[in-house]
């Protein structure tokens, strides 16, 4: 896709004032709220709204609302994401250090309420977590399932705390997590900064519709999410879209199981999933199943799976 000659010049109008340059600035490195942004850029709310609906309508970003708050971000790839990255190599800032020290601010305020959730919400965790095998041993079965790698881009649905993103991030080019709560959001952006990665984005976003474009990561991982969805299979068929020719889905939840409290006690809506009616679903999204591995407790508890499945490369179409 490209845009017109009238588009490009819409587009470049939209850029074309020394604070939205600073906005789009501020938005390739991560998505931003308006209150945040008007905190950063030192203006009113209403002053900066006003900039954000102009660059919005014009396609140079993405508006997306979540319950009271509004926030905006660059788009993922495109025309007008070619042309923000354009803009941006060519621009020398001087307020980009003094944003930039804001943002660190904003950042550091986030780090400390996500803190403050995360050691809320730890103890519930750790009461799942105890139901089953070890974690090192789930993430060691889970890098030796996404394979050496390098890759060329991570996609985590549901990326939760950002543990996978820390785990396999280090062997991607780029990487992007994507999850329906901010609170978690700002969990992960302590965790993956802690872990020393800087080619990482965290989006908001729906795990039903990402609205990422097709084939456009080579490794795709929706890790122990499903179990809380009322409809995993739509889920399983959205991450399943992500996957490039020659790319792998990682799929990591819990074998059926009959432990009924997690129902009630922790919002699970599944207990388990089987290993027929995963291979299924990723069969009916276009993918190839490969086999699952299995991690049983090593007392009576939860027994962990891991799911893989395969986009056939072009070569392999052809040789079919």
Known sequence: MSFSPAATVDLLRAAGEPTRLRILSLLA????????????????QPRVSRHLKLMAEAGLIERFPDGAWVFYRLPVSGPARHLADAVLDLLEDATADRDGARLEGVRAERHAQAADYFGRVAPQWDQIRSLYVSESAVEAAIERAAGPGP??????????SGRMLSLLGGRAATSLGLDLSH?????????????GLNKVELRHGDIFATRL????????????????????????????????????LLIIDFAPHDHEPLRTEHQHRRLGFSDAEIARWVSEAGLVPTAPIALPPDHDGLTVTIWSADRPSQSDRKSA
Request: hydrophobic share 45%; net charge negative.
């Open 183 to 195: 609170q978690m959001l700002n969990v992960a952006r302590r965790n993956v900064s802690e872990a």
């Open 213 to 248: 474009p097709d084939e456009s990561a080579d490794l795709v991982v929706v890790h122990q999410v499903l179990h809380y969805l009322t409809d995993p299979v739509t889920a399983v068929t959205e991450a399943a879209r992500l996957v490039e020719p020659g790319g792998r």
């Open 151 to 160: 890759f060329r881009r991570v996609v985590d649905l549901g990326t939760g």
């Open 29 to 44: 490195l991560e998505e931003l709220s308006v209150m945040e942004l008007a905190r950063i850029l030192d203006q009113s």
